[in-house]
């Protein structure tokens, strides 16, 4: 019986940090542009220390930081933050390819990183 209860709350305390994980510390899993693109912040509850765009296979390009402001284009998506806040401002152009496009934003936030799913429609 003690055996099945360690086993029991060893297995919650994983499903909790995992759910704590998952939460993003509040900021959004996903944000769609239109194909005009357009500007969206995008809000959280902790501090941003580190932003990269990328498409999830290897492909990413780090932020640059200039007097504690970091910002990042990567193909058609522009990223900023300041350094210690909890906004990531959005930028993307307009889409004329034709095709839905996709982008991830990375983010360092206290100690572990999140990811946003970029998409721009056709």
């Known amino acids: 019986m003690k055996r099945f209860i ?3 709350a060893l297995l919650l305390s994983v499903f909790t940090f995992n759910s704590c994980e998952e939460d ?3 900021f959004d ?3 769609v542009f239109s194909a005009a693109g357009g500007e969206e912040d995008v809000d959280g509850d902790a501090s941003i220390y580190a932003l ?3 498409t999830y296979n290897g492909n990413e ?5 200039i007097a504690g402001l970091m ?3 990567y193909d058609w998506l522009t990223a900023t933050a300041v350094k210690g806040s909890d906004e990531i401002h959005l930028i993307a152009q307009p889409n004329r390819t034709g095709k839905q496009r ?3 934003v990375y983010g360092a936030v206290n100690n ?3 990811d946003i799913t970029v998409i721009q429609k056709k």
């Open 71 to 73: 910002t990042v284009t």
């Open 24 to 26: 993003k510390w509040g």
């Open 29 to 31: 899993n996903k944000v």
């Open 112 to 114: 572990r990183f999140i």
């Open 6 to 8: 360690f086993v029991a």
């Open 52 to 54: 990269s765009i990328g």
């Open 61 to 65: 390009k780090s932020a640059t930081e």
């Open 102 to 104: 996709k982008l991830y």
